[in-house]
């Protein structure tokens, strides 16, 4: 008994030896850490994102600032808790100099405060763009060159109160900290405007049965402002048809997601003229987002026709990155400052612009009023409305003043 | 290893060998965090403790009481939830107590919780028992996603940090292994206590044949109630300790994944003696943290289940049941060994000495 204990122990002891191993490294490469969900409800996106890094990782041949890069990937379900486990690992036990993510709003929020505890790591986002994240508190190390929930609605809320003449809307959005933030980005101009909006839903993720809100839309209003993603917006659009239901849409920037628009179905013709805004647009006529289109294609057999806001997101955050590595020719061995000092004030050419970033290290960068609309071939797209440039966290208010209306939440903003 | 068996030979008095094995353990779990990296202390040392401490509560009712509860992570995330509510948090909700309050009453609740269950599910047997603990776990779930007033929905309570006792940081790697390990090895103690007393032994006999326990007597219905609160009592400790680590909690720590992780520590480990759901934990924390590094990301998770299905399908009795058999084989092997080594003529020549048969007494 106590001789096969002690044998346990000697193998336990190996393994160990094995693992800490890991430790040793040689000083001409950079760790990079990837956090996305590739398990739960946005696996998927999880690994699209991973595809947008990837691109950017393999453009520069795998180097940044003459070294080479060594690249460790940490998976979430999209929970703050996961996230925070993997992102541990990576920092604490991977020991990586660098980590890019995390994908989802309450992840990016737990992030920020892992951030704060990790000064010695520089943490860059994923996509995850739920507004406190930078705007409240923010983490010295922590940067963000995709742009925030309210930022990606910039020009919408505007454009459906003038051109489409929507006075009344009634929102629906998924509980938690990026749907509250899109919603807010909505009716910050929505409501400047003089529109009302009447009534919020806000539905646990991935519920599947959507009678009860559908039933509780009211008639008197002009249209629904929808902020779901992936099945929750497939779901609810099928069960908002088949109830017979025929109020005009406006999507939220992942509601008209390609993963939404390319599902089969009758709601494909009612979705057209749907307008939305994001950081990007499918059909945009410009030669660098073309080049990357394209290169997104052949990236992967398991691509999606265009690249979603996912992989855009991460090939930004991942470029920007690089562009800031080879800035200070790859040297971190002052506790990053350099690396975050290029971070802070670079220009990063982007296929959807110039992004670069604020006094809270979030990002300054174009945004994308769409429209859907279906082309040649059937398939739906997200159509160019207007390109808005240099819209800030604030949405161009003074952050004094901006700030006054709240912290995204369930009730807040509010213009019944 | 042969030292050791030159120095205390197969003559070790039988009453020695346990102390001599709980020693070694003691010693490793003692220095192990003193001499890893924090992220093992933390992150794989304290997590294994405290996964292991809410599956041995499953263990103890599943092991002794005969009774499988899936609810067991519902009391861990009532006492987790109880402790965010009533200790503070970052939103600043509830009354912010210190922890010498917040924390008995998180106790206290998890256990008022886990009798609640036990009464409900008490009349019910086997497969049943599972549907009815499961169906109270996701009840449970669903309130806390939905709920504003209290449980503050899907987004939950942040900032749950440990309290600075003794002037010492209890959120601090070591030691908050520390304080795992001491709320583990109280736990062991007291379900090992539990298995040898009136109540265990009554318990276990209510297990193997309830019918004749109450025609004994035995008031069966009271005993499968207080081993429901005496596992409720064990899973609140891990409970706190869970929030604790993540530093918060939402309806994501009590959603079906969580529920079933515990399960399948407690299967895994093996459900026969109470250091099972530790071995159990070690193994899982392992696997969820470097499964990804072995394997394609998309197929991570198969891994983890493969090698879950493996243990179970090879050993019904879990990882305890691999290392009995083994133990088994070892030392029969030994025993053939030290026969083969006799000097000739001192051996006993009518014994075939290759054959290995298990020598008795000596397990």
């Given at each position: ?10 193998v ?35 690994e ?7 691109m950017?990782?393999?453009?520069h ?8 890069l ?18 541990r690992?990576l ?36 996509t ?33 109160y ?28 929505f409501?400047?405007?003089?529109g009302?909006?009447v ?7 991935g ?33 908002y ?27 494909r013709?009612?979705l ?7 950081p ?6 410009d ?34 990155m ?41 990002a ?13 071939d ?21 952050e ?15 213009c019944? | ?24 353990a ?20 304290a ?60 106790i ?42 209290l ?8 900032s ?41 032994i ?18 069966v219905?009271a ?9 409720g ?18 309806p ?5 994944g ?6 399948v ?25 470097f ?8 197929r ?6 493969l090698?879950?299905?493996?243990i179970v ?9 691999l290392?009995?058999?083994l ?8 025993a ?28």
């Amino acid at each position: 008994m106590r001789r096969n204990l002690l044998g346990g122990v000697m193998v336990l002891a190996v393994a160990a030896g094995v693992l800490f191993a890991a430790d040793a490294r040689a000083q001409d490469s950079l760790k990079i850490g990837v956090l996305a969900t590739f398990e739960g409800p946005f696996a998927i996106l999880g690994e699209d994102s991973l595809r947008g890094a990837t691109m950017a990782f393999k453009e520069h041949n795998m180097m940044a600032g003459g070294k080479k890069l060594e690249i460790i990937t940490g998976s979430s379900d999209a929970t703050p808790e996961a996230a925070i486990k993997a992102a541990r690992k990576l920092v604490e036990q991977d020991k990586v100099d660098i980590l890019i993510g995390p994908l989802s709003g309450d992840e990016g929020i737990a992030m920020r405060d892992y951030a704060k505890t990790q000064p010695q790591v520089t943490f860059i986002n994923g996509t995850s763009a739920a507004e406190p994240t930078t705007l409240v508190d923010p983490a010295p190390n922590f940067f963000r060159f995709t742009s925030n929930g309210v930022q990606w609605m910039a020009g919408l809320g505007s454009y459906v109160y003038e051109t489409k003449g929507y006075k009344k809307v009634v929102t629906i959005g998924e509980d938690y900290s990026y749907p509250y933030t899109q919603v807010k980005g909505f009716m910050i101009e929505f409501c400047k405007a003089g529109g009302h909006v009447v009534d919020k839903f806000w539905t646990p993720l991935g519920t599947k049965d959507y009678s009860s809100v559908v039933a509780s839309i009211p008639d008197d209003i002009d249209a629904i402002y929808v902020a779901l993603g992936g099945a929750d917006a497939i779901n609810f659009l099928t069960q908002y048809q088949q109830a017979g239901g025929t109020k005009p849409l406006i999507g939220g920037s992942i509601t008209v997601d390609q993963s939404v628009l390319s599902s089969k179905g009758k709601r494909r013709d009612y979705l057209i003229g749907t307008p939305s805004a994001g950081p990007l647009a499918d059909n945009w006529d410009d030669p660098k987002w073309k080049a990357f289109v394209a290169a997104y294609k052949q990236s992967d057999a398991k691509a999606f026709n265009s690249p979603t806001l996912f992989s855009h997101g991460y090939y930004i955050e991942a470029t920007a990155m690089i562009q800031a590595l080879d800035a200070v020719n790859g040297d971190l061995s002052d506790g990053h400052k350099k690396f975050r000092d290029a971070l802070s004030t670079e220009v990063v050419d982007t296929p959807t612009g110039k992004v670069h970033l604020d006094h809270n290290r979030n990002a300054i960068a174009s945004e994308f009023l769409t429209e859907i609309a279906a082309g040649e071939d059937g398939n739906l797209y997200n159509k160019v409305i207007k390109v808005i440039p240099d819209v800030n966290a604030t949405l161009g208010v003074p952050e004094d003043e901006y700030k006054k209306t709240g912290q995204p939440s369930r009730d807040a903003p509010a213009c019944p | 290893m042969s030292t050791v068996a030159d120095v205390m030979p197969g003559t070790t008095p039988r009453w020695l060998r346990p102390v001599l094995t709980y020693a070694i353990a003691a010693i490793a779990l003692v220095i192990y965090p003193l001499i890893v990296p924090d992220f093992w202390a933390f992150q794989i040392g304290a997590q294994s403790l405290f996964l292991g401490v809410i599956a041995l509560s499953l263990m103890f009712l599943g092991g002794y009481g005969g009774m499988v509860s899936l609810a067991q992570m519902t009391i861990a995330g009532v006492a987790g939830y109880l402790v965010a509510i009533i200790g503070g948090n970052s939103l600043n909700f509830g009354p912010a107590w210190p922890w010498w309050a917040a924390v008995p009453i998180a106790i206290a609740g998890g256990t008022l919780a886990a009798t609640l269950v036990g009464v409900i599910a008490v009349r019910t047997a086997g497969i049943y028992t599972i549907m009815i603990t499961i169906a109270i776990a996701m009840a449970f779930f669903y309130l806390a996603q939905q709920n504003y007033t209290l449980f503050n929905g899907h987004s939950g309570f942040a900032s749950i940090l440990p309290p600075h006792v003794f002037g010492i940081d209890w959120r601090t790697p070591i030691a908050f292994y520390f304080l795992s390990l001491l709320v583990a090895v109280l736990s062991y103690a007291l379900v090992l206590y539990l298995s040898r007393s009136t109540f265990g032994i009554a318990l276990q006999g209510i297990r193997d044949n309830a019918r004749r326990m109450r025609a004994l007597g035995f008031n069966v219905t009271a005993h499968r109630v207080a081993a429901y609160a005496m596992a409720g009592f064990i899973a609140s400790f891990g409970g706190v300790l869970l929030v604790w680590f993540n530093s918060r909690i939402s309806p994501g720590t009590v959603d079906t994944g969580p529920i079933f992780d515990i399960l399948v520590i407690a299967v895994l480990g093996g459900m026969r003696r109470p250091i099972g759901p530790f071995v159990g934990a070690v193994i899982f924390v392992l696997l969820e943290n470097f499964a990804i590094d072995f394997i394609d990301r998309e197929r991570f998770n198969t891994l983890i289940g493969l090698c879950f299905l493996a243990i179970v399908l090879f050993s019904p009795d879990g990882v305890l049941g691999l290392w009995d058999r083994l133990t088994v084989l070892i030392d029969r092997a030994g025993a053939a060994n030290r026969m083969l080594q006799r000097p000739i003529g001192n051996a006993d020549r009518t014994q075939p000495a290759a054959t290995g048969r298990p020598i008795p007494g000596r397990r």
